[in-house]
T-cell receptor, first 119, second 107 residues
Framework: EVQLVESGGDLVQPGGSLRLSCAAS????????MTWVRQAPGKGLEWVAN????????HFVDSVKGRFTISRDNAKNSVYLEMKRLRVEDTAVYYC????????????WGQGTQLTVAS | AIHMTQSPSSLSASVGDRVTISCRAS??????LGWYIQKPGKAPQLLIY???NLQSGVPSRFSASGSGTDFTLTISSLQPEDFATYYC?????????FGQGTKLELK
């Protein structure tokens, strides 16, 4: 069974930093792109970033470029979202998901982890 | 970035109704579009990928069509578990972008 479990969400002050983690199991992790999507309170879904199988290709939404980094450790079956210079508007539930980029589907999602940026 | 516009933003319907949700892209995206359902407090779930392909395990009452800029998701006979919010997602280019969502409510 495919499982994705996010962790690391917390309450952080504006300007602070945090790293989110997503632990994967039940599939060959190193064969897949991985994606992060977020959802601000009461709002819609926002695609944030993705990373290819070996970490050599990464893409970000403009609002996080230069502040967020995505990485993965295939030996640990984990993907990470490193977030710096956090803003109040980064407050959201962050989901990681398995991404079949070349088929155009994001087919398994974690339960999400909550990031709150507030003073 | 490609802007995705869903319509309607909200929709009231009854069990057994046939409903259609639309998604329009600000530029052509071939068939690089997926549809997702999200229930309150839950993660999204994939319904349709590559514009018309039903994801494994998704009931056949869900279908979709479209290519280029205009896409539709149809639910042929609404079931109680279908009342939720629906999103389209383009993966034609980066950044990938979601529509704003369509909330399907029980009439």
């Amino acid at each position: 069974e495919v499982q994705l479990v996010e962790s690391g969400g917390d309450l952080v002050q504006p300007g602070g930093s945090l790293r989110l983690s997503c632990a994967a199991s039940g599939f060959s992790f190193s064969d897949f792109w991985m994606t992060w999507v977020r959802q601000a309170p009461g709002k819609g879904l926002e695609w944030v970033a993705n990373i290819n199988q070996d970490g050599s290709e990464k893409h970000f939404v403009d609002s996080v470029k230069g502040r967020f980094t995505i990485s993965r450790d295939n030996a640990k079956n984990s993907v990470y979202l490193e977030m710096k210079r956090l803003r109040v508007e980064d407050t959201a539930v962050y989901y990681c998901a398995r991404d079949w980029t070349y088929l155009g589907k994001v087919d398994h999602w974690g339960q999400g982890t909550q990031l709150t940026v507030a003073s | 970035a490609i802007h995705m516009t869903q319509s309607p933003s909200s929709l009231s319907a009854s069990v057994g109704d046939r409903v259609t949700i639309s998604c329009r892209a600000s530029q052509g995206i071939r068939n690089d579009l997926g549809w997702y359902i999200q229930k309150p407090g839950k993660a999204p779930q994939l319904l349709i990928y590559a514009a018309t392909n039903l994801q494994s395990g998704v009931p056949s009452r869900f279908s979709a069509s479209g290519s280029g800029t205009d896409f539709t998701l149809t639910i042929s006979s609404l079931q109680p578990e279908d009342f939720a919010t629906y999103y389209c997602l383009q993966d034609y280019n980066y950044p990938h972008t979601f529509g704003q969502g369509t909330k399907l409510e029980l009439k």
